[in-house]
């Protein structure tokens, strides 16, 4: 099925197989090989891009589902040879190791603080809490490190939240 | 996975037209698309159902609250007057799933999402309800994150919604139209219990297609929905409990519990809620209530920690609300 996507800004047309998944799509069509393939079924986040500005687990949304939304991967971060203030904040925070996670988590996480209102753990559900980290771990609990890098994402995007 | 046609639907009407045998709606796809990635799921043909614009959330007369079924998990969570007048469902659907997951999933969607019984999951193993008569390897294997509670010879699955146990104590009413018309279902109505039909996980026929989820006002008196799991966060309920008391002069004036992780449906503690009404509002009436209900629990060897699980969280839940 022909297929119209803006990527990064870029219109891009594929001709895809109904089954293959929008991660397949970028990785194995598009070159953009940002986006990391971990578990393939929506447990780890290493997938994580945006569709319409919300972050989403492209392994499990199929190309020909997200025809004519415009999707945003880790290569559409940073701004020219500009990086994003979370790419920024996390090399300044060794937030990573490996780094195979990390994709997902600067999708995520750039998701996630354009996303109002409480999380499972906030207490008042009426106001919207700020992100202390606490808060940052619970929204970012789809997205595992395996390196367990976890104490200096948090303290990453807690610096970009503020 | 198997070959199948996509195609997508402009109105209700037109995907119920456009259903045949073979056909699946597709919601955001997240519990779908996975099980047709382990090849649980074979459709021929995916209907999309994601672009109809049910994606309203509206208050209706008598005071209700009408829930479009595309509406997506995290607005439905963030929308004010969820979050102000029916917190218990907030707060159920911000302890299911990620925020990835969370941002695509549909009510619809989530109401019809399948058992994690990991049998079902594997297509290399028999399991009733994915092919009828097969057997169920849970109940000798493992079944320890099973039900406890309605379950059959056939299958001990659990159904993982956290959003329709807060729909099932509110008793919500669930709005479908399919190829004999359009209907309500009232929570827990959707769901059934497996007996020796566990492949049919709801009431609907085939070709039946969810439009919204209809609150009725929230009942009087405080509420609340609390989850627990392996893990804190991003983890299936082990065991869950909505629940709704409203206290008057020190007496229970109305009570609403609901059971997640329990069984084949979000199990509405029917006899505790009665146990409960006209009572006083104390631990000791908690915890006779919980055991009431929990008398007919058929736990297995490895799921057995559920009852006493399920009696605590009730318990403990219940004080919280109590003035
Ligand atoms: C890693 C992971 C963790 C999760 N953790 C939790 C959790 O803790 N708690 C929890 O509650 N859930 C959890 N989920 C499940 C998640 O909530 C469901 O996958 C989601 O709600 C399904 O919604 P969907 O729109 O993506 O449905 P889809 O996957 O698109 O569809 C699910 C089913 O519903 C049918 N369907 C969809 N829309 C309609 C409609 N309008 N009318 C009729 N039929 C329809 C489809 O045919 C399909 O059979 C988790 C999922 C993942 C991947
Ligand atoms: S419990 Fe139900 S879903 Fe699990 S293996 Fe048995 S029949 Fe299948
Ligand atoms: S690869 Fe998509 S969530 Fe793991
Ligand atoms: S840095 Fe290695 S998985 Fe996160």
Request: glycine fraction near 10%; aromatic fraction near 4%; charge should be negative.
């Amino acid at each position: 099925m022909e297929i119209t996507l803006r990527v990064n800004g870029v219109p891009r047309k594929a001709d895809v197989d109904p089954r293959m998944s929008l991660l397949d799509l970028l990785r194995e069509r598009l070159g953009l090989i940002g986006a990391k393939k971990g578990c393939d079924h929506g447990q780890c986040g290493a997938c994580t891009v945006l569709i319409d500005g919300r972050r989403a687990n492209s392994c499990l949304a199929l190309a020909v589902a997200v025809d004519d939304r415009d999707i945003t991967t880790v290569e559409g971060l940073a701004d020219g040879d500009e990086l994003h203030p979370l790419q920024a904040a996390f090399i300044e925070h060794d937030a990573f190791q490996c780094g195979y996670c990390t994709p997902g988590q600067l999708c995520s996480a750039e998701g996630m603080l354009g996303e109002p209102g409480p999380s499972a753990i906030t207490e008042d559900l009426l106001t919207d809490p700020g992100l202390t980290p606490d808060e940052i771990r619970e929204r970012m609990s789809g997205n595992l490190c395996r390196c367990g890098a976890y104490v200096n994402i948090v303290t990453a995007i807690g610096e970009v939240a503020r | 996975m198997k070959p199948f046609e996509y195609a997508r639907a402009a109105s209700p009407a037109e995907a119920v037209r456009g259903f045949a045998p073979g056909t699946m709606y597709l919601g955001g796809g997240t519990n779908l698309v996975d099980l047709m990635k382990l090849g649980v799921a074979e459709p021929e043909r995916l209907l999309d159902v994601s672009r109809l614009p049910l994606d309203a959330i509206e208050q209706t007369d008598g005071d209700r609250v009408r829930v479009g079924a595309t509406v997506r998990n995290t607005d439905l969570a963030a929308h004010p007057v969820i979050r102000s007048r029916y917190p218990m469902l907030a707060r159920a659907v911000l302890a299911g799933a990620s925020g990835q997951v969370r941002n695509v999933a549909t009510v619809g969607g989530n109401l019809l999402q399948r058992t994690r019984c990991t049998y079902f999951q594997d297509v290399s193993r028999p399991c009733n309800k994915r092919r009828p008569g097969s057997g169920c390897p849970a109940i000798e294997g493992d079944h320890a994150g099973l039900a406890v509670l309605g379950a059959s010879d056939a299958c001990v699955a659990t159904h993982p919604s956290d959003m329709a146990v807060a729909l099932a104590a509110l008793g919500a009413d669930v709005h479908v139209t399919g190829p004999g018309g359009d209907r309500i279902i009232p929570m827990p109505g959707l769901h059934r219990l497996p007996g020796d039909e566990p492949e049919r996980d709801t009431v609907l026929e085939p070709g039946d297609l969810i439009t919204a989820v209809e609150l009725p006002p929230p009942p009087p008196g405080a509420s609340h929905y609390r989850k627990v799991r392996e893990r804190s966060s991003f983890a299936f309920a082990l065991v869950s409990v909505a629940a709704v008391l409203d206290v008057r002069d020190g007496a229970v004036a109305g009570c609403r519990i609901a059971l997640g992780g329990v069984a084949h449906v979000p199990w509405r503690a029917e006899r505790a809620e009665q146990a409960l009404i006209g009572g006083p509002a104390t631990g000791e009436a908690f915890l006779q209530a919980a055991e009431t209900e929990l008398e007919q629990a058929g736990p297995l060897p490895r799921n057995a920690y559920k009852v006493p699980l399920a009696r605590n969280l009730i318990v403990a839940t219940l004080e919280e609300l109590a003035p």
